[in-house]
């Protein structure tokens, strides 16, 4: 199975401030991988996926690069509904992963 | 407008069986591959397992925690996916989720029923 490691599990920045989170897979996986925000009480929204597209829909703050096993998320300027839970899925095959998550918070 | 609505959760002692249905709507449900995602209290998303479309052959996959207790299946005439879910343990605790790729990697989720394995 492909493990997914995600980084920081907490971050904490300033309005406005360019944030980024990592997430390493343990085996190639092209660029099948998608990133979510959750808000606590809802369910998952997705944000970017194949690594660097943007769901229709969502702000454009928000951007996805890498591939292989290293990708990373970029908000370019946080704002305060940016508060929420972000997390990196793999779907590289049937069997998908989903890494730990990342808690952002404004300072 | 793609809508899932998952039933079937409640509390089971250990050791014993639930069976959760997800019925979906808005879009052509046979088409779809969809899969469980479950979340414990306060923790992270888990894939739980996926199903393909019969048109793509139907193949199911399964987390290691899972497989072996855990059966995915689906109606198409009824719009329906199941997970039955046997030999439960305490840590199958959380809400489950179900959730469709059809408008992209997991762009679609219910809102969930939780499944609470307790004594």
């Known amino acids: 199975d492909i493990q997914m490691t995600q980084s920081p599990s907490t971050l904490s920045a300033s309005v406005g401030d360019r944030v980024t989170i990592t997430c390493r897979a343990s085996?190639?996986?092209?660029?099948?991988l998608a990133w979510y925000q959750q808000k606590p009480g809802k369910a998952p929204k997705l944000l970017i996926y194949?690594?660097?597209s943007l769901q229709s829909g969502v702000p454009s703050r928000f951007s996805g690069s890498g591939s292989g096993t290293d990708f990373t998320l970029t908000i370019s300027s946080l704002q305060p509904d940016d508060v929420a839970t972000y997390y990196c899925?793999?779907?590289?095959?049937?069997?998908?992963?989903f890494g730990q998550g990342t808690k952002v918070e404004i300072k | 407008e793609v809508q899932l609505v998952e039933s079937g959760g409640g509390l089971v002692k250990p050791g014993g069986s639930l069976r959760l249905s997800c019925v979906g709507s808005?879009?052509?449900?046979?088409?779809?591959?969809v899969s469980w995602v479950r979340q414990a209290s306060g923790q992270g998303l888990e894939w739980v397992g996926l199903?393909?479309?019969?048109?793509?052959?139907?193949?199911?996959d399964y987390a290691a925690p899972v497989k072996g207790r855990f059966t995915i299946s689906r109606d198409d005439s009824k719009n329906t996916l199941f997970l039955q879910m046997n030999s439960l343990k305490i840590e199958d605790t959380g809400v489950y989720y179900c959730?469709?790729?059809?408008?992209?990697?997991?762009?679609?989720w219910g809102q969930g029923t939780l499944v609470t394995v307790s004594s």
């Open positions: 959730v469709t790729d059809i408008l992209g990697p997991a762009a679609s």
């Open positions: 808005g879009f052509t449900f046979s088409k779809a591959w």
């Open positions: 199903m393909q479309s019969e048109g793509d052959g139907g193949t199911t």
């Open positions: 085996h190639s996986i092209s660029a099948w």
């Open positions: 194949k690594a660097s």
């Open positions: 899925q793999q779907y590289n095959g049937y069997s998908r992963t």
